[in-house]
């Protein structure tokens, strides 16, 4: 089996402790799209100092809360990308402007009118850029132990920066993995 066979789109991929690139030190990954020919996520706890107003003005009073750009990833940061979580009984496949990537998850089209959106969704994330791997360099990642792959919430793509979002989500996950939601940041410092 493939050491990727698990991710898919909607999961997460969390940084594990001993994974030190700066691009990705205890991030978690809403992987967006994962075929064949690569995969295409973006990362959820990393908000930047950007204002989404700056970059996508029409659309900055629905942003959640902060209303900034995320670094979603190393890759194309000029390109904005934004994840919708709808209202419970929306369907994705109904509101024009979506492609759904996970339940009440989807992918936004920042071309069209947020107002036919916004009533719909519970919160909008904004990203510059994205993290993307070609073919079989994540499963490569991953059987080097550099990921870790679990089911995400809808509430993740979603979560206020103060939440430790790394560590709420190992916390959930059975032991042993939600022990390493101690480890702490510098072990030089434990």
Known sequence: MESDAEVEPGTLLV????LLDMNFRRTVVYIIHHRGEGTLGVILNRPSEVAVSDVLPQWAPHASEPPSLYVGGPVEQRTAICLAALRA?????????????RGPVGLVDLDGDPD???????????FAGYAGWDAKQLAG????????????????????????LWGRVLRRQSTPLAF???????VKLN
Not at 116 to 126: C, E, K, M, N, T
Not at 180 to 186: E, K
């Open 15 to 18: 940084a594990a402790p001993q």
């Open 116 to 126: 036919d959106l916004v009533p719909r969704a519970r919160g909008l994330r904004f």
């Open 180 to 186: 390493l939601a101690t480890h702490p940041g510098d």
């Open 141 to 164: 990642e991953i059987e080097r132990g550099d990921w870790i792959i679990v089911p995400a919430l809808p509430d993740d793509v979603i979560a206020a920066p103060g939440a430790d």
């Open 89 to 101: 009984g929306e369907d994705v496949k109904r509101i024009s402007g979506m492609v759904g990537v």
